[in-house]
């Protein structure tokens, strides 16, 4: 049974691929600072798996403690990074946390995967790497366009980084995930998204506005060149996105080919802001009390995927539909009560 170790392993993403992990044989262990998750999560991973998780309660900027969890373990296998900061209107107004917290961790973790002789590497990357796309859907062959954000650049630089770090190392390879718009929670409302304080993301926020938590959603911007005038997303299930993790180290530990892979993970498919809301208001019969409110900085007006790449390569596909999503982001939030 590999040993994967999972960074932020705790948080949303993270958490569901510890899930698919476990299910596919791995044996997840889990480093998280908690600074945007719960330790609670733990408890809902031992409830669907049957298993508690080794797990370390450690920052990733930290040297000292990457290299003890390595000495520790042993025999880790692969690494997925999730660790890192992701709002893009946060990183607007605090840049160097999101440049000392996103690059600097994943400068912190190769130093330790090269000194421990760990060669395989899953990489949380985003779709904001594009900007905004002169052409839809984007491909992997896509412009790597100037970041709207500070968050954006910051995985523009980390993608960088490791493929730089792959030609330099031949022995090391990387799967660099460029996905696009996580939602959902696990079906059996077990884990979800949890955010500390105010949510950053759109269906936390559809999600806490139903459940009477907060007066009012905003819909930021509402004049935008789409057929709603709101911003245009690809939203995937999180259990399919936690899969494609799971895909890719399969195909790392399988492949005499090194280097750096990118991959978009998407459904192919765009949806408004306005759809989301009026498609979780049909799922499930909730009413929400929405406004529209002026644009945000660093939001992108529109961005979707081709899925063929990794079709092609992992023979991943998004199965879960918008809605099955949305049911179940609503399933966890009526569990939190």
């Known amino acids: ?18 899930v698919e992990l476990h299910a596919a044989g791995f044996d997840p262990v889990i480093v998280d600072n908690l600074s945007n998750s719960s330790v609670s999560v733990l408890d809902g ?23 003890s969890i390595f000495e520790k373990e042993g025999n880790i296998e692969g690494v997925i990074h999730f660790a890192a900061d992701k709002a893009v209107g946060e990183s607007v107004l605090f840049p160097l946390k999101y440049y000392r917290n ?45 970041a709207n954000s500070p968050y ?15 030609a330099a190392d031949k022995d090391f390879s990387a799967a660099l995930l460029r996905y696009f718009n996580p939602i959902g929670a696990h079906p059996s409302a077990l884990i979800g998204e949890l955010p500390i304080g105010a949510p950053n993301n759109l269906v ?7 459940a009477g938590l907060r007066d009012q959603l905003t819909v930021y911007g509402n004049d935008y060149n789409t057929p709603d005038g ?39 498919k765009g949806n408004s802001v306005l759809e989301v809301i009026h ?8 009413k929400l009390n929405y406004k529209l409110g002026p644009k945000r900085p660093g939001d992108v007006e529109k961005v ?34």
């Open 1 to 18: 049974m590999k040993k994967i170790l999972v960074t932020g392993g705790a948080g949303f993403i993270g958490s569901h691929t510890v």
């Open 45 to 67: 991973l031992q409830k669907i798996t049957g298993k508690n998780f080794t797990f370390y309660q450690e920052d990733c900027n930290s040297e000292y403690a990457l290299n």
């Open 102 to 146: 996103n690059v600097g961790s994943l400068v912190t973790l190769l130093t330790a995967m090269q000194k421990y002789g760990v060669r395989d590497l899953v990489f949380s990357s985003s779709c904001t790497v594009y900007g905004e796309p002169d052409q839809l859907p984007v491909t992997e062959l896509s412009p790597v366009k100037p």
């Open 152 to 166: 954006g650049f910051t995985k523009q630089v980390c993608e960088q980084a490791i493929t730089d770090f792959c």
């Open 204 to 210: 936390p926020f559809i999600t806490q506005t139903a």
């Open 230 to 268: 709101t911003c245009i997303r690809d939203y995937i299930h999180v259990v399919d996105l936690a899969k494609a993790h799971v895909s890719s180290l399969n195909a790392l530990f399988s492949s005499a080919s090194q280097g750096a892979t990118v991959l978009n993970v998407g459904t192919g």
């Open 279 to 286: 498609t979780f208001e049909e799922v499930t019969g909730q």
């Open 304 to 337: 979707y995927a081709d899925p063929a790449r990794i079709k092609e390569i992992l023979g991943w596909d998004a199965r879960l539909t918008l809605a099955d999503a949305l049911r179940d982001a609503w399933k966890w939030q009526c569990s939190l009560r």
